[in-house]
């Protein structure tokens, strides 16, 4: 836009400024010398015009950009209220008169305001480091691998049996591009004559993070005996915490929980129970003990009761059940019905400059949540107030489970087929083993095969374009290929790859760490 300019009473330029464009500055940390080739390394502009529209990620440089083991280097977003002029010098020659005379040319400058600069990107950080796909010969000389590794066209089966050097580069090699402080103390000094006691267990300072004392008494498969009561410090523990008639009432409901049924998952106890997470974790050793291996691993059993023992117990075995990825299932991991909280296809740092936080709370919610009016909306009741839903532990036919990853106990399996399955071999039970418990063998594997179908059949219902493209005699050999445990490795193999993320609230194998 061209602005009108005006001439002041000191020969300064008076401007008008105008409303748009709004302008986005990267301060390019080179010299520039081909546009298109910055805006490559850039990723383009649709790459620049989709970091800007997130304003949580940072705008990154690939300078080898056809490179896809090129770690970037990046940009942090600042706003600021610059503008971008241009200027123009004019020069015009005054006729000369006399040739002994020389007549300096008159020269005019114009400016003009091309638009208002509100954000900017500036390369504030150090370069990651980076690895090449390069090998060294016996004789030194480094051969380029590049060809080799990279699939360019699809290839034939010969390309993927190359005798290779092995060639497995990390994905980033530096979690902070900026340099910190880490304040480190100086050696302390000793007095004259001292010396150092000897290094051992007892004396060393942080070998492991401190003990945390919830006391849960933890047995494996193979112990031989099984607690009949919790821990005296286990007992003081609840003591302390259960304080008020409310605490009084859970410790009833979980007793009673665990007289209807002998064993339960935490995710099933949160699910019946509205305990906070932190008075739950001294409240279960108090009422159980913890399975860390065999069937009934990662749960919770209540004191004096063997599951080891009594062939009814079967039904709360713990199944691991994963939701299977790949092409031979119809969907890739970027079309998965349920998405992974965390996960290497969308890890972000360190591209990112934050995460979303927390919702702080205002003035105004405090009045609404301490009115009348508040109080019947949006904040829940004390009784429900910590419960979770019934989806975390229970599996229903035509709903998807609410991670990629789940532990569900048999009897939790609310579906006909899948409790055929379980009870095949009800009244014929002879040995409970550490795999399959009191299940006939692979009992697990065909119940992750039926749900499979089924999680596939609700996909199919609601996605029918992932679909599309396979026939229905595919169909019937992904079906059959599955069904009858083909291609176990294969499954297993990619199984691996979902494990479940961090902050989930199906991470009971990990449960053990708030115990320890």
């Not at 060639?167 to 979690?175: A, G, L, N």
């Not at 374009?465 to 499954?491: C, H, I, M, R, V």
Request: charged fraction near 30%; glycine fraction near 6%.
């Amino acid at each position: 836009m061209a602005a009108a300019r005006q001439r002041g009473s000191r020969g300064s330029a008076v401007l008008e400024l105008p409303r748009t464009p709004r302008l986005v500055c990267v301060e390019y940390p080179g010299l520039v010398r081909d546009v298109g080739a910055m805006l490559r390394t850039l990723g383009g502009e649709q790459g620049v015009s989709r970091i800007y529209a997130d304003p949580a990620k940072r705008l990154e440089l690939y300078f080898r950009p056809k490179d896809p083991y090129c770690h970037p280097v990046c940009a942090n977003r600042f706003p600021t209220s610059t503008m971008l002029l241009r200027v123009r010098r004019r020069s015009k020659k005054k006729q000369q008169l006399d040739t002994e005379e020389q007549i300096q040319p008159e020269v005019q400058f114009e400016m003009e305001i091309l638009g208002i600069v509100t954000t900017v990107y500036k390369f504030q950080g150090m370069s990651d480091f980076q690895y090449l796909a390069m090998h060294s010969g016996p004789d030194g000389k480094q051969t380029s691998m590049y060809d080799k590794v990279l699939m360019l066209k699809p290839e034939k089966e010969e390309f993927f049996n190359k005798d290779l050097p092995l060639y497995i580069p990390p994905p980033i090699f530096s979690r902070l591009d900026t340099p910190v402080d880490y304040f480190y103390r100086p050696d302390i000094q000793h007095r004259e004559g001292y010396n150092n006691p000897q290094v051992s267990g007892e004396n060393l300072i942080g070998l492991s993070r401190a003990r945390r004392p919830h006391n849960a008494i933890f047995v494996n498969f193979d112990d031989e005996e099984i607690p009949t009561k919790p821990l005296d410090a286990a007992v003081q523990n609840w003591k302390k915490v259960c304080t008020n008639p409310v605490d009084k009432k859970v410790e009833e409901e979980l007793r009673k929980l665990f007289e209807t049924r002998p064993v339960w998952s935490r995710n099933a106890v949160k699910a019946n129970i509205s305990v906070h997470p932190d008075k739950l974790k001294v409240l279960l050793p108090y009422l159980a003990y913890y399975m860390l291996t065999g069937p009934w691993r990662s749960l919770w059993v209540r004191f004096g009761y063997d599951p080891r023992k009594q062939p009814e117990a079967k039904i709360y075995q713990v199944l691991d059940f994963r939701i299977r990825c790949g092409m031979k299932y119809g969907y890739a991991a970027t079309d998965m019905p349920v998405k992974a909280k965390r996960s290497t296809y969308n890890y972000s740092l360190p591209i990112t400059v934050k995460k979303q936080g927390s919702h702080t709370v205002s003035v105004h919610d405090l009045k609404q949540g301490l009115g009348s009016a508040g109080t019947s909306g949006a904040k829940k009741s004390p009784s429900s107030r910590y419960k979770l839903k019934e989806s975390v532990y229970i599996f229903r036919e035509g709903a998807l489970p609410p991670y990629r990853q789940m532990f569900y106990q048999l009897c939790d399996l609310n579906v006909e087929s899948l409790q055929k399955i379980i009870h095949r071999n009800d009244g014929t039970e002879s040995e409970c083993t550490e795999r399959d418990g009191w299940c006939l063998a692979k009992t697990s594997d065909d119940l992750r095969d039926s749900m499979s179908l089924m999680i596939k059949q609700i996909i199919r219902s609601t996605r029918p374009a992932l679909f599309s493209n396979t026939t229905s005699s595919e169909d019937g050999k992904e079906q059959l290929a599955y069904e009858s445990g083909e291609d176990e490795d294969d499954e297993e193999e990619e199984e691996e790859d979902f494990k479940p993320s961090d902050g989930s609230e199906n991470e009971m194998e990990t449960e053990i760490l708030d115990y320890v």
